[in-house]
Every structure is written in C-alpha cells, then in structure tokens.
C-alpha cells in the first residue's frame, strides 16, 4: 500500500507559477514511477506528467510541455510539479499518481495508487 498526500496548491494570477508536490509513505517510494493527472470541471481526468523511478525519463501532455516540469527527490520520497506561465484552462484539480512504469503512467488505466487531489486555480 502508498499513501500519496499532495499539497501546494492555490490561487494564482495567468502568467504565475506554483509548485505542487506529492509525499508519499508505505512501500519504497523509489520502487515506483509517479506522475501527475488533473480534471477540471466537467472533464475527464487527464495525464499531465509522469517520471520514471530514477527520474532519468519524464513523459508530458502537449498542453503543457515547456510550462510544466516533474521531479522527484528519492530521498525525500517526494514528488513535484513545477507549473509555469499558467493558463486559466490550466485550472483543475491536481492527482498525484503512483504505477509500475511512467510510460504506462500516461493512461489512468497505469495508475496503481491515486492521491486525493489538490486544487489549482488560475485566474484571468
């Protein structure tokens, strides 16, 4: 079992930057690939980012590559969503997720673990 905790989110003017990050516990946090998903209002939840357990292969949604970056600090057992020049279609709530490989983190249909979600708002 991984218990993923996410936190970082908020209000933020179009143009500015937040930082969402994703602690987790339970099994060795190093053993899986992570990745970030979002839904907005309405939609279906969609892949944002995913990075490999090394970090050495990260995947992105074309609606946010070159604005967003993920990491992850092993030691920290943290992962993080680094979101720049947002949009206010960038508003949703923000799923930290945890799967075996992040190529397959690109579907939801990888996710082994899912977070409870963190809310992001960007206003106009």
């Known amino acids: 079992q991984v218990l993923l905790v996410e936190s970082g989110g908020g209000l933020v003017q179009a143009g500015g930057s937040l930082r969402v990050s994703c602690a987790t516990s339970?099994?060795?946090?190093?053993?899986?690939?992570m990745g970030w998903f979002r839904q907005a209002p309405g939609k279906e939840r969609e892949f944002v980012a995913a990075?490999?357990?090394?970090?050495?292969?990260?995947y992105y949604a074309d609606s946010v590559k070159g604005r967003f970056t993920i990491s992850r600090d092993n030691a920290r057992d943290t992962v993080y969503l680094q979101m720049n020049s947002l949009k206010p279609e960038d508003t949703a709530v923000y799923y930290c997720?945890?799967?075996?490989?992040?190529?397959?983190?690109?579907?939801?249909?990888?996710?082994?673990?899912w977070g409870q979600g963190t809310q992001v708002t960007v206003s106009s």
């Open positions: 990075i490999s357990t090394s970090g050495g292969t990260t």
């Open positions: 997720a945890a799967g075996a490989s992040a190529a397959n983190l690109r579907s939801s249909s990888g996710v082994g673990y």
């Open positions: 339970g099994r060795t946090f190093s053993f899986y690939a």
